[in-house]
């Protein structure tokens, strides 16, 4: 199975000249954050483990190997594999350095792994990782991989049982994966919200680090059955399903209130997973613009969650602007129209 290579990088077995850089992003304070090998880590233990690993050609049955990921020939991580005494399920773990951060390649070399995991027949991939490691559960997301769930107290990491979260991606959802639309597509549409739709929205979900910042499909139907009360008057919504290239693939909802002058507010909206990244998002809300304008009102409101990996810098790249408010909690925008 090794070396695998990628676009950037070699996947192969650590070798004994690693050891030094491994041992200094080891004891990094940002790469051991959420890992649970021992700190300090010595010199002793990356010596070890280079020896150990030279030389294996790949994922053992019923045993763990870590293998090293090079760029251009230098040592900038490593990957851990684990294979259940079938074969049939592998697990893995994956540190990239700080300084090579936020350039894709923890993506790269996880999916490289991934793939060649199934294409030898195994059958299902899983990983672990503390909760508040959002970095590692998004890369997992843009991999395919789904939420499996939390186990309290699940892993004992440095003297301490700590939280757990479990994620996974079988073969055939990784195909499917891979298999999605990620290009624009060619027209997007605001359609009404029928009966027959139902299903098919019920069934948009966002990605499982994003369900924090956005209502269920649920929800909205229930918020929109029972809208709240603005100026002593319940709001009234608008809702429609986005349609892109004739399949319905996220949903928007506005809040308008009955007395003139109010300016709607952008109760909803909901890109699924499978179709984030297509500029879809930023089209739908287009289209609501130019509606708003042609039907004279001067302002859109909105209100996100502001923490890691939240809505803003979508909001703010299509010219919303913070107003200083807060509503229910969010922190409140506002679109000029005019």
């Given at each position: 199975m090794l070396p695998l290579t990628t676009p950037r990088l070699v996947l192969r077995a650590l070798r004994p000249e690693d050891a030094p850089v491994l041992h200094a992003y080891r004891n990094d304070p940002e790469a051991a954050r959420y890992q649970d090998w021992p700190l300090p880590y010595s010199m002793a233990?990356?010596?070890?483990?280079?020896?150990?690993?030279?030389?294996?050609?790949?994922?053992?049955?019923?045993?763990?190997?870590?293998?090293?990921?090079?760029?251009?020939?230098?040592?900038?991580?490593?990957?851990?594999?684990?294979?259940?005494r079938t074969g049939a399920t592998a697990t893995v773990g994956y540190t990239l350095r700080p300084d090579r951060w936020r350039?894709?390649?923890?993506?790269?070399?996880?999916?490289a792994l991934v793939d060649a995991l199934f294409e030898r027949g195994t059958t299902r991939v899983v990983a672990t990782?503390?909760?508040?490691?959002?970095?590692?559960?998004?890369?997992?997301?843009?991999?395919?991989?789904?939420?499996?769930?939390?186990?309290?107290?699940?892993?004992?990491?440095?003297?301490?049982?700590?939280?757990?979260?479990?994620?996974?991606?079988?073969?055939?959802?990784?195909?499917?994966?891979l298999g999605r639309p990620r290009?624009?597509?060619?027209?997007?549409?605001?359609?009404?919200?029928?009966?027959?739709?139902?299903?098919?929205?019920?069934?948009?979900?966002?990605?499982?680090?994003?369900?924090?910042?956005?209502?269920?499909?649920?929800?909205?139907?229930?918020?929109?059955?029972?809208?709240?009360?603005h100026g002593g008057a319940p709001v009234v919504p608008w809702m429609r399903a986005i349609e892109a290239d004739g399949e319905i693939v996220g949903f928007l909802m506005v809040a308008q209130s009955r007395w003139p002058g109010e300016p709607p507010y952008l109760w909803r909206l909901l890109i699924d997973r499978r179709h984030q990244g297509?500029?879809?998002?930023?089209?739908?809300?287009?289209?609501?613009?130019?509606?708003?304008?042609?039907?004279?009102?001067?302002?859109l409101l909105v209100s996100w969650?502001?923490?890691?990996?939240?809505?803003?810098?979508?909001?703010?790249?299509?010219?919303?602007?913070?107003t200083g408010g807060i509503e229910d909690g969010e922190h409140e925008g506002e679109l000029l129209l005019r």
């Open positions: 233990a990356a010596e070890r483990l280079t020896v150990e690993q030279r030389g294996i050609a790949g994922p053992e049955v019923g045993g763990w190997v870590q293998l090293g990921v090079e760029q251009a020939g230098e040592l900038i991580g490593d990957l851990a594999v684990g294979l259940d350039q894709g390649l923890g993506t790269e070399a996880v999916g990782l503390d909760p508040l490691n959002l970095a590692s559960a998004r890369l997992l997301e843009r991999l395919g991989f789904g939420y499996v769930g939390r186990v309290q107290g699940g892993a004992f990491v440095r003297g301490a049982w700590v939280d757990d979260d479990r994620y996974a991606v079988t073969a055939a959802e990784r195909a499917a994966w290009t624009p597509p060619a027209e997007v549409h605001l359609v009404d919200v029928t009966d027959e739709d139902r299903p098919r929205l019920d069934a948009l979900a966002p990605h499982h680090t994003q369900e924090r910042f956005v209502a269920t499909m649920a929800g909205s139907f229930a918020d929109a059955a029972d809208p709240e009360v297509r500029g879809i998002g930023s089209r739908a809300v287009g289209m609501l613009v130019e509606r708003l304008r042609a039907e004279g009102h001067e302002r969650v502001r923490d890691e990996g939240g809505p803003e810098p979508f909001y703010l790249a299509l010219g919303f602007r913070l």
